[in-house]
């Protein structure tokens, strides 16, 4: 709303509520709506004047306990950090500075849910699906560990998921705000202070040690964990319960009802590879867990029809697939067929030897009969 318009009973609340609704930033974005409120900022609605373009802009928010120096550090490394990142999965960075006090970032405006809310209506997700949006989490995170980048709070409510060229999950990483630069020489938390949310939160994390990219790959066994089944695998009344569960208790094992076992094993293998306790002995190479998922995804389409099967003139629909009678995972998909021809080949080759046999015999038998006949013609 601009200054100076009268306010209608709602209008001022929302004004109350948001300050900054209204007010154009930086001479650039007009603010227009509160999207939503975390821990560390607001994010509003608000278009780029210069291009009439819709964007996000967030904006710092006090947090208790911490300085307002602390906080204007914290915030800018997000935006240094994530300004460096552009893999498509990635939450893109537009613009960031400081007006009047304010602190703020402009980012593109998603239009989606997150992974949360998908989680919530309807989890477990088919595993297909659950590879899919996990791949490209692992992609995303690729790119920040290549940059030297730790997310340190990647969970279900840093996941959107937005419908991009066909694509209904397209997946955006959100929300580097507690994101620690590897090889900086400051950290930016105190040394024993906890940080991230303890249901996703590595061990190593919840006892407040240095943290790296296995950190980020054991929240993601998390969230695949709460995808395939719809709960996630360690739970607690508090959050301290949380992270000594964390530390301490053992994964449940995976099941996927309704799911052949082979498929059930794959998966099994890779969240199993992801939550171990230990950093050393965990999966952190996210390049590779991404490729990971890429096969785990494409055994999950062919074992459940999920995809559809191009046939004679037309395409054929998913139920009416003819699956194949023992599943198969990327990679052995030529064995069943070098089997067959293997065997195959000794019947061939007897075969092909008998019948030339039979015709050398064809072939001696008409020269006899020929010269025979030649004899009696010339045979006064």
């Given at each position: 709303m601009r200054r100076g318009?009268?306010?209608s009973p709602d209008g001022g609340a929302r004004a109350a509520a948001d300050p900054l609704l209204g007010r154009v930033v930086a001479g650039k974005y007009r603010v227009e709506a509160l999207i939503g409120v975390g821990g560390r900022g607001a994010v509003n609605r608000a278009t780029q004047l210069a291009v009439q373009r819709p964007v996000a802009l967030k904006v710092l928010r006090a947090v208790?306990?911490?300085?307002?120096?602390?906080?204007?550090?914290?915030?800018?490394?997000?935006?240094?950090a994530t300004s460096q990142l552009h893999h498509p999965n990635t939450v893109q960075v537009i613009d960031f500075g400081e007006d009047d006090g304010v602190l703020y970032m402009v980012l593109e405006?998603?239009?989606g849910a997150p992974l949360s809310r998908v989680i919530q209506r309807e989890?477990?997700?088919?595993?297909?699906?659950?590879?899919?949006?996990?791949k490209q989490i692992a992609k995303a995170l690729a790119e920040a560990h290549a940059h030297g980048i730790v997310h340190r709070d990647l969970k279900p409510d840093n996941v959107f998921i937005c419908a991009w060229r066909g694509d209904p999950d397209f997946v955006k990483v959100m929300d580097f705000g507690i994101a620690r630069i590897m090889t900086a020489d400051v950290s930016m938390t105190r040394t024993g202070m906890m940080i991230g949310t303890p249901k996703y939160m590595a061990p190593e994390q919840a006892m407040a040690k240095k943290v790296g990219p296995a950190a980020d790959l054991y929240a993601l066994g998390v969230i695949l964990f709460e995808m395939l089944t719809g709960e996630a695998p360690f739970s607690g009344d508090s959050h301290m319960a949380l992270a000594l569960a964390q530390i301490n208790q053992a994964p449940p094992p995976l099941e996927l009802r309704g799911q052949p076992a082979r498929l059930e094993s794959a998966w099994r293998e890779l969240v199993s590879a992801l939550l171990v306790k230990s950093p050393d002995k965990r999966a952190s190479d996210a390049e590779q867990v991404a490729a990971w998922l890429g096969r785990i995804e494409a055994e999950a389409r062919q074992t459940t029809g999920a995809g559809v099967a191009a046939g004679g003139t037309g395409a054929r629909r998913a139920s009416e697939v003819r699956l194949p009678t023992r599943p198969r995972l990327m990679g052995d998909d030529g064995a069943a067929a070098r089997t067959v021809q293997a065997r195959a080949s000794p019947a061939r080759a007897r075969g092909g030897e008998w019948g030339r046999g039979w015709v050398w015999v064809?072939?001696?038998?008409?020269?006899?009969l020929g010269g025979l006949v030649a004899v009696?013609?010339?045979?006064?």
């Amino acid at each position: 709303m601009r200054r100076g318009a009268p306010k209608s009973p709602d209008g001022g609340a929302r004004a109350a509520a948001d300050p900054l609704l209204g007010r154009v930033v930086a001479g650039k974005y007009r603010v227009e709506a509160l999207i939503g409120v975390g821990g560390r900022g607001a994010v509003n609605r608000a278009t780029q004047l210069a291009v009439q373009r819709p964007v996000a802009l967030k904006v710092l928010r006090a947090v208790a306990g911490v300085s307002e120096q602390q906080l204007a550090d914290r915030f800018r490394r997000e935006a240094m950090a994530t300004s460096q990142l552009h893999h498509p999965n990635t939450v893109q960075v537009i613009d960031f500075g400081e007006d009047d006090g304010v602190l703020y970032m402009v980012l593109e405006l998603l239009e989606g849910a997150p992974l949360s809310r998908v989680i919530q209506r309807e989890a477990p997700l088919p595993p297909e699906r659950a590879a899919a949006i996990g791949k490209q989490i692992a992609k995303a995170l690729a790119e920040a560990h290549a940059h030297g980048i730790v997310h340190r709070d990647l969970k279900p409510d840093n996941v959107f998921i937005c419908a991009w060229r066909g694509d209904p999950d397209f997946v955006k990483v959100m929300d580097f705000g507690i994101a620690r630069i590897m090889t900086a020489d400051v950290s930016m938390t105190r040394t024993g202070m906890m940080i991230g949310t303890p249901k996703y939160m590595a061990p190593e994390q919840a006892m407040a040690k240095k943290v790296g990219p296995a950190a980020d790959l054991y929240a993601l066994g998390v969230i695949l964990f709460e995808m395939l089944t719809g709960e996630a695998p360690f739970s607690g009344d508090s959050h301290m319960a949380l992270a000594l569960a964390q530390i301490n208790q053992a994964p449940p094992p995976l099941e996927l009802r309704g799911q052949p076992a082979r498929l059930e094993s794959a998966w099994r293998e890779l969240v199993s590879a992801l939550l171990v306790k230990s950093p050393d002995k965990r999966a952190s190479d996210a390049e590779q867990v991404a490729a990971w998922l890429g096969r785990i995804e494409a055994e999950a389409r062919q074992t459940t029809g999920a995809g559809v099967a191009a046939g004679g003139t037309g395409a054929r629909r998913a139920s009416e697939v003819r699956l194949p009678t023992r599943p198969r995972l990327m990679g052995d998909d030529g064995a069943a067929a070098r089997t067959v021809q293997a065997r195959a080949s000794p019947a061939r080759a007897r075969g092909g030897e008998w019948g030339r046999g039979w015709v050398w015999v064809a072939a001696v038998v008409f020269m006899l009969l020929g010269g025979l006949v030649a004899v009696l013609l010339v045979k006064p």
